[in-house]
């Protein structure tokens, strides 16, 4: 018997990071401007030591205002996205579910779209109603889905669902009703899901480090409950009977899953597909064990998010894809493969 | 209670008077159940307040129709409702009490069917039982690895460790579901109609597998079934309930008795007292 | 199966880096050469984009304050319009780059594109090394705020009315220091508009529906920039509302009885005819009064674009609506326009 030891999971994370490691430095070389590995380097070197004005102010420009925060932007995307989708799979009983399926990005779509029309120019306005939208989505799939008090994970599921369609229906509605060019050229991008939006603030470093903080929180929360997400998925009862608190566990998972989904979907939109595949992905080579699979998920997630966003900004040069169709373009064949294989 | 290594659960010593008995492992004082009930109408019991005692190393068979309030005793036996009335208690504390990892580790449920969601082998289902014993976050110890191992050795189930748990037979995957109960170290064993799936030499197995482990381990054995001569056989206290009433507590010899059992079982029934003192039931023919 | 599966990832990730850096490599070196030749010169402009000596501030058409270099010889325009209009005002030395939506005039096409006019590459921007980046309301906010962050500046216009548009070539024309010759073009435009608004002052509006889709039907609200428009053709959209881009049901298109349907083409001339049948095949249309009359005007897609081009599509549309105030010099004027849109 060879049970899971925090060693063997730092060896694996280690791994994964530089793999991680080794997408982001691909992901700085490639872009419409050519600039070699050597002159990013220095770019780096040199901006991390503070010398910025021996830098030409192109690269400085090119991998610090465009290339490095739309790289941090899609590690933080990507990792909550695969942490929220394993979370959704283990407290809705599915694999098939995703970070979408209770319809927390229709909520945040609604806010954004109501942001577009109030507010269309105001920097940090689609983010923060994206947020309020899916928050209230949150709650209200919440109460929806409650049966005798505690989450119950078909009524979850049915909730999610009704919520999801209500919500696109009021989407349409409104995008209908108030259409003018720019709205709807404004949510094309955000629907699919897209990297490409700056920081609200001035401040680059402020803004990552406030997501990061909120990353780190709810992504660590789920991982206080790994352990009993193992025994849940054994069966639920089961787990009430070895002592597993399931109502606080699902509370607990259901909020951390929904506060990154939302983080995700108010920063960069829709993206698809991550979070229902990196898990899997994840799960068939590292195994079922929640412990390592939400480490394991943070770094996939990433891993996949900057090489498929390095990929919609190169591949059709200089016309930028936006992210989400890069993954849907990828992830449909992988979720097809996945089906038709037993996942071990 | 600590989870130090040892084939069994620590009872607590007491100081007793010279010449007493050892208070009782299981002991369920007029414990009842219904479903609604309100100030104004009296309620409907699911089960009638109820008592019966077990000591250790006794296997005590809950015997009785569909719908004679059996699952709602082993759910009150877990501890997973509060009785309307009345105690149950296992080592001297009410059981409904426990906090979660504390009942945990001394009331085991083993369930008929396991549903997983992801493929899961056999040491790793087994090592799920030392749930309650660690923190919340845990990783499994040395110990941990030891005690689910014997708890393997108990069913006879070595052979099966590396085995994937959606590839066991019935009877296989019985004997693990049983495994993880026994790593949790319990002292109250409940089992619900363990031998629905079972034919019958798995059944016979199952039930001399069980003997056993009261015998060896200590540990007292709550089984819920409708099999009369295998509880017969088997058990060494009847609990007889009928449409939530308790009829009769005691012996095998002393609960079976022709005219009640065809009453509660509805069915042409006559008993036969064999010489190992253990009664047999026997369907009278129709022709 | 773990040592197999880090293998494969490792390689395919190789793969990938390798296949796309040659790839990269092979399209750098020609988009190097452009940006690259001007190098030296580009970069000392470069440095006169930061704000140190030679800038002013101003608010630009969409509310913005913007710090703009005194000299400006390196523009990119992210619009067609705008791209029309520094063609216009004989500017078109100083663009260095467009979109890859800019096809007017053709020659527009051949200079670098920086992506298309919704979500332009930043990094081609920046590879151009421009003086100013000229923006409409099209562009993403997103543009904008990243293009200033990099200390880039851009100036957004935001005609609504064509009066606008008047104002914002002047604008334009001011930013890249050819005042002259934006007075020119300004006053040659104002005075074809007022040439047309004398000739139909004592003529009423003609009742025209503006068709921007047929199916599902689109038409244009009262606070579009076509809207305008049509008022300085002599003709007024019989649908009323505050929505930009309406949609109506049939029945209301026969209640309201307009006198012409208006479509917009890229290809004029032949296209009146063809229209014409067409919407006297389809079942529901050729009922209407309008196209029994044979009341149907294609004008220019220009008509949309706030830019010198819309004036010839007005001067069109007015020909087509009111040719009886046109009789004697409508050969000529036909003539013209052909040759100015770039057919």
């Known amino acids: 018997m060879r049970p899971l030891t925090p060693r063997r999971i730092l060896w694996i994370c280690a791994g994964l990071t530089c793999l991680l490691f080794v997408a982001v430095l691909i992901s700085l070389r490639m872009g419409a401007y050519p600039i070699s590995v050597q002159d990013i380097a220095m770019t780096l070197f040199r901006g991390a030591m503070g010398r910025r004005d021996e830098i030409p102010p192109d690269f400085w420009s090119v991998v610090f205002v465009i290339r490095l925060p739309r790289i941090l932007l899609g590690i933080l995307v990507g990792a909550s ?147 009993d997400l193992n025994m849940i998925l054994s069966g639920e009862q089961e787990a009430r009977h070895l002592g597993v608190n399931v109502n606080r566990v699902k509370l607990v998972v259901y909020i951390s899953a929904s506060v990154l989904t939302g983080l995700a979907v108010s920063v960069s939109g829709a993206i698809g597909y991550v979070g229902l595949l990196v898990p899997h992905v994840m799960r068939m080579i590292f195994g079922t064990d929640y412990r390592l699979l939400i480490p394991t998920s943070v770094l996939g997630g990433a891993i996949a998010i900057v090489l498929a966003d390095t990929l919609a900004r190169t591949v059709m040069g200089p016309t930028e894809l936006p992210v989400g169709a890069m993954t849907a373009l990828a992830g449909a064949p992988v979720f097809i493969y996945l089906m038709r294989r037993r996942v071990r | 209670m600590s989870a130090s290594a040892g084939s069994g659960p620590i009872v607590m010593p007491q100081p007793r008077p010279f010449g007493a008995a050892p208070p009782p492992r299981l002991r369920v004082e007029q414990a009842s159940y219904a479903y609604s009930a309100t100030d104004r109408s009296a309620p409907k019991f699911t089960l009638a307040p109820t008592s019966f005692d077990a000591q250790q190393r006794e296997i005590v068979a809950i015997l009785g129709p569909n719908a004679s309030g059996k699952s709602t005793m082993l759910r009150l036996l877990a501890g997973l409702t509060k009785p309307l009335s009345g105690r149950i208690e296992v080592d001297g504390v009410e059981v409904s009490e426990l906090e979660l990892r504390t009942r945990a580790q001394r009331i085991a449920l083993v369930q008929q069917e396991s549903e997983l969601l992801f493929p899961l082998r056999v040491w790793e289902y087994v090592l799920q039982g030392r749930y309650p014993y660690g923190r919340r976050l845990r990783f499994e110890s040395d110990e941990d690895c030891l005690m689910a191992g014997n708890a393997l050795a108990q069913v006879g189930g070595d052979a099966l460790r590396d085995r994937w748990m959606d590839q066991l037979s019935g009877g296989e995957k019985q004997r693990v579901i049983l495994a993880r109960a026994l790593a949790q170290q319990p002292s109250l064993l409940l089992l619900d109609e363990p031998t629905q799936h079972l034919d019958i030499g798995g059944k016979v197995e199952l039930l001399r597998r069980l003997r056993k482990l009261a015998d060896e381990n200590r540990y007292t054995v709550v089984v819920v079934t409708h099999e009369l001569n295998l509880a017969a056989e088997f058990s060494d206290r009847i609990v007889l309930l009928n449409k939530g009433k308790c009829l009769r507590v005691g012996t095998p010899a002393e609960v079976y008795e022709g005219a009640l059992l065809e009453e509660v079982f509805e069915a042409p029934l006559d008993v036969e007292m064999r010489t190992s003192g253990r009664p047999r039931v026997i369907l009278r023919g129709s022709r | ?321 009111h040719p009886e105030v046109f009789t004697a010099k409508r050969a000529a004027d036909v003539e013209r326009m052909t040759t100015e849109v770039g057919l």
């Open chain 1, 81 to 227: 996205l695969a942490v929220a989708g394993a979370g959704f799979q283990a407290l809705l009983r599915n694999p098939l579910a995703d970070p979408y399926v209770l319809g927390v990005s229709s909520g945040a779509a609604l806010g954004a779209i109501v942001s577009l029309v109030i507010a269309p120019r105001t920097p940090g306005a689609i983010q923060a109603a994206a947020f309020v939208g899916a928050a209230l989505t949150v709650a209200g799939v919440y109460f929806l889905g409650r049966r005798g008090g505690q989450l119950d994970s078909a009524t979850l599921l049915l909730a999610g669902i009704v919520m999801a369609s209500f919500l696109s229906a009021a989407i349409m509605f409104l995008i209908t009703t108030l259409s003018g060019h720019d709205l709807l050229r404004g949510m094309a991008f955000w629907l699919m899901g897209d990297l490409a939006s700056p920081p609200p603030i001035q401040d680059v470093w402020k803004w990552f480090g406030f997501l990061f903080i909120i990353f780190f929180v709810a992504a660590g929360a789920i991982y206080t409950t790994s352990s």
């Open chain 3, 1 to 321: 199966m773990r040592a197999n599966a880090y293998k494969i990832i490792i390689a395919v990730t190789t793969a990938a880096f390798l296949a796309i850096s040659a790839a990269q490599n092979a399209s750098a070196q020609t988009q190097a050469t452009a940006p690259q030749s001007a190098g030296a010169a580009s970069r000392e402009n470069a440095q006169t984009s930061l704000p140190a000596s030679g800038t002013r501030t101003l608010t630009d058409e969409a509310g913005l304050r913007v710090t703009i270099p005194a000299q400006v010889n390196r523009v990119i325009s992210l619009a067609p319009n705008l791209t029309e209009t520094i063609y216009a005002l004989g500017l078109e030395d100083k663009l260095v780059g467009d979109t890859t939506y800019c096809d007017t005039p053709a020659a527009a096409k051949t200079k670098p594109h920086v992506g298309d006019t919704i979500n332009p590459s930043l990094e081609a921007i920046v590879a151009l090394h421009p003086d100013l980046v000229l923006a409409t309301m099209i562009n993403r906010i997103d543009t904008v705020i990243g293009l200033s962050r990099m200390g880039i500046a851009v100036y957004t216009t935001d005609p609504r009315t064509v009066r606008g548009m008047l104002e914002s070539t002047m604008h334009v024309a001011e930013l890249m220091g050819a005042t002259e010759k934006g007075n020119a073009l300004v006053a040659q435009m104002q005075a074809r508009l007022d040439a047309l608004h004398a000739r139909l002052t004592d003529r009423p509006y003609v009742h025209v529906l503006f068709v921007v889709w047929q199916e599902p039907l689109f038409t244009i609200g009262q606070n579009t920039f076509i809207a305008d428009a049509l008022k300085w053709a002599g003709a007024e959209s019989v649908v009323t509302s505050k929505q930009d881009w309406p949609q109506l049901t049939f029945e209301e298109v026969v209640r309201l009885q307009p006198e012409y349907i208006v479509t917009a083409s890229t290809h004029t001339g032949e296209e009146g005819k063809r229209s014409l049948e067409e919407f006297r095949s389809r079942p529901l249309w050729r009922n209407l009064q309008a196209i029994e009359a044979g009341h149907v005007a294609v004008i220019s897609d220009e008509v949309d674009k706030p830019s010198p081009g819309l004036i010839d599509a007005i001067e069109d549309l007015a020909h087509q609506l």
